[in-house]
């Protein structure tokens, strides 16, 4: 059975930090590229970042750079979002999906994990 497995959210208070990750099973990751989206409540799902198969381009949306910052280890077959200075509108459900190359369309990718809740609050 091939999936995504995400881990890592919780709450946490403004300014702090977290770091997602997700884990395949039943396939090799790093064949893949790896998107993370985010859906707010109210909101439309939007993509965060995308890591290319072997690491080597990374893409963010313009409103989360240098706070967040994406990485990948294909030997432990896990993608990471590592996530400083969260504010409340950060808030979401975080997903990481897979995809052949980085797209900013989510109907493309191929296999989605089933989210992690994030929430910033004091």
């Known amino acids: 059975q091939l999936q995504l497995v995400e881990s890592g959210g919780g709450l946490v208070q403004p300014g702090g930090s977290l770091r997602l990750s997700c884990a395949a099973s039943?396939?090799?990751?790093?064949?893949?590229?790896i998107g993370w989206f985010r859906q707010a409540p109210g909101k439309e799902r939007e993509v965060v970042s995308c890591?290319?198969?072997?690491?080597?381009?990374?893409t963010y949306a313009d409103s989360l750079k240098g706070r967040f910052t994406t990485s990948r280890d294909n030997a432990k077959n896990t993608a990471y979002l590592q996530m400083n200075s969260l504010k409340p509108e950060d808030t979401a459900v975080y997903y990481c999906?897979?995809?052949?190359?980085?797209?900013?369309?989510?109907?493309?990718?191929?296999?989605w994990g089933q989210g992690t809740q994030v929430t910033v609050s004091s």
């Open positions: 890591v290319s198969s072997s690491g080597s381009e990374i």
């Open positions: 039943g396939f090799t990751l790093d064949v893949f590229a």
């Open positions: 999906a897979a995809i052949n190359y980085c797209s900013v369309y989510e109907q493309w990718y191929d296999y």
